[in-house]
Protein backbone atom coordinates (compact mmCIF):
# COMPACT_ATOMS: atom_id res chain seq x y z
CA UNK A 1 0.00 0.00 0.00
CA UNK A 2 1.46 3.66 -0.86
CA UNK A 3 0.40 6.57 0.33
CA UNK A 4 1.66 10.08 -0.21
CA UNK A 5 2.49 11.94 3.03
CA UNK A 6 0.98 15.27 3.85
CA UNK A 7 3.79 18.09 4.08
CA UNK A 8 3.67 18.33 7.89
CA UNK A 9 5.02 14.70 7.66
CA UNK A 10 6.95 15.48 5.20
CA UNK A 11 8.76 18.23 7.27
CA UNK A 12 9.11 16.55 10.11
CA UNK A 13 10.85 13.20 8.37
CA UNK A 14 13.03 15.52 6.45
CA UNK A 15 14.50 16.90 10.26
CA UNK A 16 14.82 12.98 10.85
CA UNK A 17 18.51 10.95 9.67
CA UNK A 18 17.69 8.68 6.43
CA UNK A 19 18.31 4.80 6.77
CA UNK A 20 19.77 4.89 3.72
CA UNK A 21 20.36 7.12 0.32
CA UNK A 22 16.79 7.83 -0.68
CA UNK A 23 14.99 6.15 2.33
CA UNK A 24 13.79 5.73 5.62
CA UNK A 25 12.74 3.05 7.58
CA UNK A 26 9.34 3.59 9.87
CA UNK A 27 6.83 2.42 12.15
CA UNK A 28 3.09 3.47 11.87
CA UNK A 29 0.90 4.54 14.50
CA UNK A 30 -2.62 4.82 14.05
CA UNK A 31 -4.95 7.16 16.32
CA UNK A 32 -6.93 3.64 16.74
CA UNK A 33 -3.51 2.45 18.70
CA UNK A 34 -2.67 0.22 15.76
CA UNK A 35 0.89 -0.34 14.99
CA UNK A 36 1.89 -0.85 11.54
CA UNK A 37 5.65 -1.90 10.80
CA UNK A 38 7.68 -2.40 8.22
CA UNK A 39 6.90 0.94 6.26
CA UNK A 40 9.73 2.79 4.14
CA UNK A 41 9.34 6.36 3.36
CA UNK A 42 11.04 7.67 0.16
CA UNK A 43 11.64 10.96 -0.46
CA UNK A 44 10.04 11.99 2.96
CA UNK A 45 6.84 11.92 0.92
CA UNK A 46 5.73 8.41 -0.19
CA UNK A 47 4.71 5.93 2.09
CA UNK A 48 4.94 2.40 1.36
CA UNK A 49 3.94 -0.27 3.99
CA UNK A 50 3.91 -3.91 3.44
CA UNK A 51 0.06 -5.18 2.08
CA UNK A 52 -2.24 -6.25 4.62
CA UNK A 53 -3.96 -5.31 7.75
CA UNK A 54 -4.57 -3.00 8.87
CA UNK A 55 -5.54 -0.89 5.73
CA UNK A 56 -5.51 3.21 6.77
CA UNK A 57 -5.38 6.44 5.14
CA UNK A 58 -3.73 9.44 5.99
CA UNK A 59 -6.50 10.61 8.19
CA UNK A 60 -5.30 7.79 10.67
CA UNK A 61 -1.61 8.58 11.34
CA UNK A 62 -1.29 9.63 14.99
CA UNK A 63 2.66 9.14 14.92
CA UNK A 64 5.52 8.31 12.93
CA UNK A 65 8.47 6.70 13.99
CA UNK A 66 12.13 5.79 12.48
CA UNK A 67 13.38 2.55 13.37
CA UNK A 68 14.85 2.12 16.65
CA UNK A 69 18.41 2.49 15.34
CA UNK A 70 17.51 5.70 13.93
CA UNK A 71 15.45 8.43 16.21
CA UNK A 72 12.76 9.39 18.68
CA UNK A 73 9.27 9.60 16.41
CA UNK A 74 6.94 12.77 16.31
CA UNK A 75 3.06 12.95 16.68
CA UNK A 76 1.03 15.33 15.06
CA UNK B 1 51.00 -0.02 13.52
CA UNK B 2 52.64 0.53 10.44
CA UNK B 3 54.29 -3.12 9.24
CA UNK B 4 55.58 -2.64 5.88
CA UNK B 5 54.68 -5.58 3.42
CA UNK B 6 57.88 -7.08 1.27
CA UNK B 7 58.15 -5.45 -2.09
CA UNK B 8 57.38 -9.63 -3.23
CA UNK B 9 53.96 -9.36 -1.11
CA UNK B 10 53.61 -6.44 -2.64
CA UNK B 11 53.27 -7.37 -6.08
CA UNK B 12 51.65 -10.29 -5.60
CA UNK B 13 48.47 -8.00 -3.72
CA UNK B 14 48.31 -5.58 -6.97
CA UNK B 15 46.99 -8.38 -8.71
CA UNK B 16 44.41 -9.54 -6.56
CA UNK B 17 41.25 -7.84 -6.08
CA UNK B 18 40.57 -5.66 -3.51
CA UNK B 19 38.47 -5.73 -0.28
CA UNK B 20 37.43 -2.17 -0.25
CA UNK B 21 38.84 1.37 -1.95
CA UNK B 22 42.50 1.08 -1.56
CA UNK B 23 42.69 -1.55 1.14
CA UNK B 24 42.57 -5.72 1.58
CA UNK B 25 41.94 -7.83 4.08
CA UNK B 26 44.17 -10.32 4.40
CA UNK B 27 43.00 -13.80 6.15
CA UNK B 28 46.59 -14.86 7.65
CA UNK B 29 45.31 -18.03 9.15
CA UNK B 30 42.68 -18.14 11.87
CA UNK B 31 43.40 -19.17 14.94
CA UNK B 32 41.59 -18.75 18.40
CA UNK B 33 43.25 -15.90 20.77
CA UNK B 34 45.59 -14.61 18.16
CA UNK B 35 46.04 -12.11 15.30
CA UNK B 36 43.69 -13.59 12.20
CA UNK B 37 42.96 -11.05 9.80
CA UNK B 38 45.15 -7.89 8.96
CA UNK B 39 44.43 -4.48 6.82
CA UNK B 40 46.79 -4.15 4.00
CA UNK B 41 46.54 -0.75 2.83
CA UNK B 42 47.87 0.42 -0.71
CA UNK B 43 49.17 -3.24 -0.84
CA UNK B 44 52.08 -2.13 1.30
CA UNK B 45 51.40 -1.42 5.02
CA UNK B 46 49.73 -3.34 7.36
CA UNK B 47 47.53 -0.79 9.84
CA UNK B 48 45.38 -2.91 11.39
CA UNK B 49 44.73 -6.21 12.82
CA UNK B 50 41.96 -8.71 14.45
CA UNK B 51 41.94 -11.65 16.40
CA UNK B 52 39.51 -14.69 16.67
CA UNK B 53 37.49 -14.77 20.17
CA UNK B 54 35.49 -17.12 18.56
CA UNK B 55 35.76 -19.78 16.28
CA UNK B 56 32.58 -21.53 16.49
CA UNK B 57 29.40 -21.62 15.67
CA UNK B 58 30.46 -17.97 14.23
CA UNK B 59 33.39 -16.07 14.02
CA UNK B 60 33.61 -13.97 16.05
CA UNK B 61 36.42 -11.14 16.00
CA UNK B 62 38.05 -8.42 18.37
CA UNK B 63 38.10 -5.00 18.00
CA UNK B 64 39.91 -3.74 15.42
CA UNK B 65 43.65 -3.45 16.89
CA UNK B 66 45.95 -0.17 16.27
CA UNK B 67 48.76 -1.99 18.06
CA UNK B 68 50.20 -5.46 18.13
CA UNK B 69 52.47 -7.72 20.42
CA UNK B 70 55.84 -8.29 19.44
CA UNK B 71 54.70 -11.72 19.26
CA UNK B 72 51.81 -10.97 16.87
CA UNK B 73 53.24 -8.67 14.49
CA UNK B 74 56.10 -11.59 14.05
CA UNK B 75 53.15 -13.94 13.05
CA UNK B 76 52.09 -11.01 10.83
CA UNK B 77 55.34 -10.85 9.27
CA UNK B 78 55.98 -14.60 8.85
CA UNK B 79 52.56 -15.08 6.92
CA UNK B 80 53.22 -12.21 4.57
CA UNK B 81 57.03 -13.72 4.16
CA UNK B 82 55.91 -17.29 3.53
CA UNK B 83 52.57 -15.90 1.39
CA UNK B 84 50.70 -17.97 3.90
CA UNK B 85 47.37 -15.76 3.32
CA UNK B 86 44.81 -15.01 1.04
CA UNK B 87 42.64 -11.95 0.21
CA UNK B 88 39.18 -11.60 1.82
CA UNK B 89 36.54 -10.39 -0.75
CA UNK B 90 34.21 -7.83 0.43
CA UNK B 91 30.95 -9.93 0.85
CA UNK B 92 32.93 -12.15 3.38
CA UNK B 93 34.74 -9.04 5.08
CA UNK B 94 31.15 -7.55 5.29
CA UNK B 95 30.17 -10.89 6.76
CA UNK B 96 32.78 -10.95 9.34
CA UNK B 97 32.34 -7.34 10.54
CA UNK B 98 28.30 -8.25 10.91
CA UNK B 99 29.76 -11.12 13.33
CA UNK B 100 32.27 -9.15 15.31
CA UNK B 101 31.64 -8.54 18.63
CA UNK B 102 32.94 -5.36 19.30
CA UNK B 103 33.26 -3.80 15.76
CA UNK B 104 36.15 -0.79 16.57
CA UNK B 105 34.40 2.26 15.87
CA UNK B 106 36.85 3.00 13.14
CA UNK B 107 35.85 0.16 11.35
CA UNK B 108 35.59 1.12 7.31
CA UNK B 109 33.77 -2.39 6.70
CA UNK B 110 30.85 -2.07 8.08
CA UNK B 111 28.22 0.93 7.53
CA UNK B 112 28.92 4.18 7.45
CA UNK B 113 26.23 4.14 10.36
CA UNK B 114 28.48 2.43 12.58
CA UNK B 115 31.56 4.47 11.67
CA UNK B 116 33.70 7.03 13.28
CA UNK B 117 33.14 10.62 11.93
CA UNK B 118 36.01 12.03 10.07
CA UNK B 119 36.48 15.39 7.68
CA UNK B 120 36.16 14.97 4.21
CA UNK B 121 39.08 16.21 2.02
CA UNK B 122 38.90 20.22 0.93
CA UNK B 123 36.69 20.15 -2.46
CA UNK B 124 36.08 16.63 -1.91
CA UNK B 125 33.13 15.66 -4.99
CA UNK B 126 30.33 12.83 -3.67
CA UNK B 127 27.34 11.96 -5.51
CA UNK B 128 23.53 10.91 -4.61
CA UNK B 129 21.63 8.37 -6.64
CA UNK B 130 17.89 8.90 -6.15
CA UNK B 131 14.78 7.83 -7.81
CA UNK B 132 12.93 11.60 -7.36
CA UNK B 133 13.96 14.41 -9.41
CA UNK B 134 13.13 16.69 -6.24
CA UNK B 135 14.98 15.11 -3.90
CA UNK B 136 14.25 16.30 -0.72
CA UNK B 137 17.05 16.48 0.89
CA UNK B 138 19.15 18.19 -1.76
CA UNK B 139 17.49 21.97 -1.15
CA UNK B 140 17.11 24.67 -3.89
CA UNK B 141 20.08 26.56 -2.54
CA UNK B 142 22.17 23.37 -3.83
CA UNK B 143 22.61 22.37 0.48
CA UNK B 144 21.98 19.10 1.64
CA UNK B 145 19.91 18.30 4.53
CA UNK B 146 21.93 16.60 7.73
CA UNK B 147 22.05 12.94 8.17
CA UNK B 148 21.88 12.34 4.63
CA UNK B 149 23.39 9.57 2.74
CA UNK B 150 25.75 9.96 -0.54
CA UNK B 151 28.54 8.13 -2.37
CA UNK B 152 31.63 8.86 -2.94
CA UNK B 153 32.66 10.23 -6.60
CA UNK B 154 34.88 7.55 -7.52
CA UNK B 155 32.13 4.77 -6.20
CA UNK B 156 29.43 6.72 -7.74
CA UNK B 157 31.21 6.84 -11.11
CA UNK B 158 31.24 3.38 -11.65
CA UNK B 159 27.42 3.58 -11.94
CA UNK B 160 25.95 3.39 -15.24
CA UNK B 161 22.17 3.10 -14.56
CA UNK B 162 19.87 3.68 -12.43
CA UNK B 163 19.18 -0.23 -11.43
CA UNK B 164 22.93 -0.34 -10.90
CA UNK B 165 22.78 2.60 -8.02
CA UNK B 166 19.96 0.02 -6.67
CA UNK B 167 21.70 -2.40 -6.57
CA UNK B 168 25.12 -1.18 -5.47
CA UNK B 169 23.14 0.85 -3.16
CA UNK B 170 20.96 -1.84 -1.73
CA UNK B 171 18.00 0.79 -2.19
CA UNK B 172 14.30 -0.44 -1.27
CA UNK B 173 12.61 1.04 -4.18
CA UNK B 174 11.98 -0.70 -6.78
CA UNK B 175 12.13 2.59 -8.62
CA UNK B 176 15.39 3.05 -10.68
CA UNK B 177 17.81 5.50 -9.32
CA UNK B 178 18.25 7.49 -12.44
CA UNK B 179 18.70 11.16 -10.62
CA UNK B 180 22.72 11.22 -9.83
CA UNK B 181 23.43 14.43 -8.32
CA UNK B 182 27.03 16.11 -8.02
CA UNK B 183 27.70 17.43 -4.70
CA UNK B 184 30.86 19.12 -3.22
CA UNK B 185 30.66 20.56 -0.31
CA UNK B 186 32.27 24.28 -0.25
CA UNK B 187 34.72 23.70 2.81
CA UNK B 188 35.26 20.15 4.50
CA UNK B 189 32.69 18.99 6.43
CA UNK B 190 32.25 16.29 9.34
CA UNK B 191 31.34 12.04 7.20
CA UNK B 192 30.65 8.90 8.66
CA UNK B 193 32.14 6.61 5.66
CA UNK B 194 31.25 2.73 5.15
CA UNK B 195 30.47 -0.32 3.07
CA UNK B 196 26.74 -0.76 1.99
CA UNK B 197 25.55 -3.71 3.51
CA UNK B 198 22.92 -6.49 1.46
CA UNK B 199 19.76 -5.16 2.25
CA UNK B 200 16.31 -4.86 0.42
CA UNK B 201 17.30 -8.20 -1.64
CA UNK B 202 19.64 -6.30 -2.87
CA UNK B 203 23.92 -7.06 -2.49
CA UNK B 204 24.73 -3.61 -1.87
CA UNK B 205 28.53 -3.26 -1.50
CA UNK B 206 28.88 0.17 -2.87
CA UNK B 207 30.76 2.74 -0.47
CA UNK B 208 28.15 5.18 1.32
CA UNK B 209 29.10 8.13 3.08
CA UNK B 210 26.77 10.15 5.36
CA UNK B 211 27.17 14.21 5.57
CA UNK B 212 26.47 14.31 9.33
CA UNK B 213 25.87 18.01 9.62
CA UNK B 214 24.80 18.28 6.11
CA UNK B 215 26.55 20.77 3.71
CA UNK B 216 26.19 24.18 2.69
CA UNK B 217 24.92 26.51 0.29
CA UNK B 218 26.22 25.37 -3.42
CA UNK B 219 27.09 21.99 -2.56
CA UNK B 220 24.75 20.34 -5.52
CA UNK B 221 26.89 21.43 -8.39
CA UNK B 222 25.74 19.31 -11.31
CA UNK B 223 23.28 16.86 -11.97
CA UNK B 224 22.82 13.87 -14.49
CA UNK B 225 19.96 11.50 -15.67
CA UNK B 226 21.10 7.57 -15.83
CA UNK B 227 19.40 5.34 -18.13
CA UNK B 228 17.04 3.39 -16.00
CA UNK B 229 18.81 0.19 -17.04
CA UNK B 230 15.51 -2.24 -16.44
Same mark, same amino acid.
Given at each position: MQITLDSKWTDYLLTQPESGMGYQRVRIRLKNGQAVIGGIVFNAEILRVPEGPPVFS????ASIELEPSAQAGASC | MYISVPSSVTSTLIRKPETGMGYQILDIGQKRNDVSFVLVENAEVVTAAWSVE???PIIRLSARKASVYPSEEQRIQKALATGDFRVIDRPAAVHLSLAT???????? +???ASDALSEMSSRLEKFLRFSA??????? +? +???SVLPETYVTTHEDGE???TGMEAVRRYA +????????HKFYLRPPDPIRVRRGVVAPANNQPGGGIEAIFIEGSSAGTRFDYKELPSGE
Open positions: QNDI | QESKSRSAGSS +LGPYKNDRRI +L +LDGTVR +LPSPMPAV
